[in-house]
């Protein structure tokens, strides 16, 4: 999910956020039922059912979890690029075109020749690097390559984060879905009747609740 895409959804969930402040449901013909506009934005339909204040706290968390999402992945492509150009300057490598198992390579070993020669002692040759400028690396001290590493641990968990908040984000979507359905469960009963039974064989009363759609 882009940053462009977070700040949209925001924008749009208070839009309808305010549009729904106007007209109340029994002046509204709705398009769609609660239960698709609350999967579709989490409090849309708590709102169509007139129930403004569980509306409101789905609003929110959604508000609250994109922007959370939206600062984890800004902070985890800052110190990306923070460590892509600390290892530049330290290890004097070229950071372009590196996949991610480059740069937690890089972080394990000082140089080159060291991840090679292990490598090759485990006959691991499908993980050898070439050995020119496009690959080398060789850092300048171990104070420098384990504050690199890190730096790329933080901006993996921050990227982490991120993962973990979109799946809160799913999450609120079908939470809100089956409330709205929960609520319009509720606002369609029209008669509730408890009615006393007298059960002979067990020689008890009884209550029986009886509801009318």
Known sequence: MGKKQIVTAIVLTQVLYT???????DQ????????????VLPGWGEYSLDNQIRGRIFVLSETVLLLAILGSYSVAQRQETEYKAYAAEH?????????????????????????????LR?????????????????????NNRERFENTRIASDSWRLRGSFLIGGVVLNHIVSAIDALYL???SNIQETVV??????????MELSLTVYF
């Open 19 to 25: 549009q729904q402040l106007g007209p109340t449901v």
């Open 28 to 39: 509204q013909k709705p398009f769609f039922s609660p239960v698709v506009k609350s999967l």
């Open 91 to 119: 290890a004097g490598i070229d950071p372009i075109g590196k996949d991610r198992q480059f740069w937690v390579d890089i972080g394990n070993y000082s140089s080159l020749f060291t991840f090679n020669e292990e490598h």
């Open 122 to 142: 485990w006959r691991d040759f499908n993980a050898l690097y070439e050995d020119n400028d496009t690959w080398a690396w060789a850092w300048d001290s171990s």
């Open 184 to 186: 319009s469960k509720i």
């Open 195 to 204: 009615s006393p039974n007298y059960n002979p064989h067990s020689d008890k």
